[in-house]
């Protein structure tokens, strides 16, 4: 499959695709029942900011401002108040090629500081079919009927980490049923062993959350669970896809394998006043 043709245009859809996405995987978590994690998302020019005003260290980094551009700095002072007024930490990303001398010098002198700039893989989906896949595994589309059984994996993949925490299933599943998203349960032997989410917004397909059982691990299905979504996003109306995880990573070299390339984003900065 192609590497997307690097152009301006390109990034500041990926952009665009980046600030939608995580507005409505927070819109997510305001819509379950009482709001417990008092989730909240404001626009702050053509920017979203994200915020979760209960304190949980499961949410902690999606107190996030996303799509700033130069014209927005107008909004940085409520911006900072939105999150310092309850002591919280935020960071927030500038439009790829938005920063100038002064923007950098107006973001230092009120307390943040730079992270560096970003990247994300991107690839242009053909619709081909699912290839390389070692025998015995299979992907398939998972429905809401199995939401337990999805939800069971993703907790057994990731029960190293945080996201095992019972209060999780909660967001994972606001987060993964998103309208026009596809969820995908991998099985090895038939056996049920990983899981995996495709998000699609505004024609962009996202390689989102994607877990594997840990003792079934180093056996292709990472792989397998990417190049399924990967087949199936012309399919379901995605002219582009987009990934995660920084250069280097196994993450990373997963996505590399099957095609995705990296393109830049915008320049990251945090609050150190919190």
């Not at 927005?72 to 100038?100: I, K, Q, W």
């Not at 429905?143 to 190293?160: C, I, Q, T, V, W």
């Not at 199936?232 to 250069?247: E, K, N, P, T």
């Amino acid at each position: 499959m192609p590497a997307p043709h690097l152009t301006p245009q390109l990034v500041a859809r990926a952009e665009r695709f980046q600030a939608c996405f995580h507005a409505a995987r927070m819109g997510a978590l305001t819509a379950l029942p009482g709001n417990p994690f008092g989730a909240e998302v404001r626009a702050f020019g053509s920017g979203f900011g994200i915020a979760c005003k209960v304190r949980h260290p499961l949410l902690r980094g999606k107190n996030r401002v996303h799509g700033l551009s130069a014209a927005d700095m107008d909004s940085l002072n409520d911006l900072l108040r939105f999150y310092r007024a309850d002591g919280l930490p935020c960071s927030l990303s500038v439009l790829h090629g938005e920063m100038t001398e002064a923007l950098f010098s107006r973001l230092a002198s009120a307390g943040l500081w730079s992270a560096g700039s970003g990247t994300v893989p991107a690839i242009i989906p053909e619709g081909r079919a699912d290839e390389g896949v070692p025998p015995g595994i299979t992907v398939r589309r998972s429905g809401p009927e199995e939401k337990e059984l999805y939800l069971d994996l993703f907790r057994l993949a990731f029960a190293d980490r945080g996201e095992a925490d019972p209060e999780y299933r909660a967001i994972q599943w606001a987060e993964d049923s998103l309208p026009g998203g596809v969820r995908y349960i991998a099985e090895l032997g038939g056996k049920p062993v990983g899981m995996a989410a495709f998000p699609i917004v505004d024609g962009v397909g996202y390689f989102g959350t994607a877990g594997v059982l840990p003792e079934y691990r180093h056996r292709g299905i990472q792989s397998a669970l990417i190049r399924r979504r990967l087949a199936d996003a012309l399919a379901l109306g995605c002219d582009l896809a987009l990934g995660g995880g920084s250069a280097g990573t196994t993450h990373y070299r997963n996505f590399e394998r099957a095609g995705l390339h990296l393109i830049p984003t915008g320049m990251h900065w945090t609050d150190t006043s919190v």
